[in-house]
Nanobody, 124 residues
Framework: QVLLVESGGGLVQAGGSLRLSCAAS????????MGWFRQAPGKEREFVAR????????AYADSVEGRFTISRDNAKNTVYLQMNSLKPEDTAVYYC?????????????????WGQGTQVTVSS
């Protein structure tokens, strides 16, 4: 079992920045990848970014490429999502997730464990 706890959401003006954190505990040695997904009201949960748990390979959705950065603090078992140049369309509940089955998947069905979600609201 892997427990994921997110923090760092909030309200920010367009063009601003936020950093989300996801602290992992439990059987983290079994994890292959960590991902961030988001879900806006009335929409499907969508992929944002992912990082292999070891090695540092990353991937991003086209909509956030160049603005968001996923990183990891090994000592703290924490993954971050640095979000810059935020836009109103980035408004959503953001979830971190862990996959024990795939290093490179961007599909939410390949992620086994999920955090509780944190709200990000970007005002125009």
């Amino acid at each position: 079992q892997v427990l994921l706890v997110e923090s760092g959401g909030g309200l920010v003006q367009a063009g601003g920045s936020l950093r989300l954190s996801c602290a992992a505990s439990g059987r983290t040695f079994s994890m292959k990848a960590m991902g961030w997904f988001r879900q806006a009201p009335g929409k499907e949960r969508e992929f944002v970014a992912r990082r292999t748990w070891t090695g540092g390979n990353t991937a991003y959705a086209d909509s956030v490429e160049g603005r968001f950065t996923i990183s990891r603090d090994n000592a703290k078992n924490t993954v971050y999502l640095q979000m810059n140049s935020l836009k109103p369309e980035d408004t959503a509940v953001y979830y971190c997730a862990a996959s024990g089955r795939s290093y490179y998947s961007t599909y939410k069905g390949d992620y086994d464990y999920w955090g509780q979600g944190t709200q990000v609201t970007v005002s125009s």
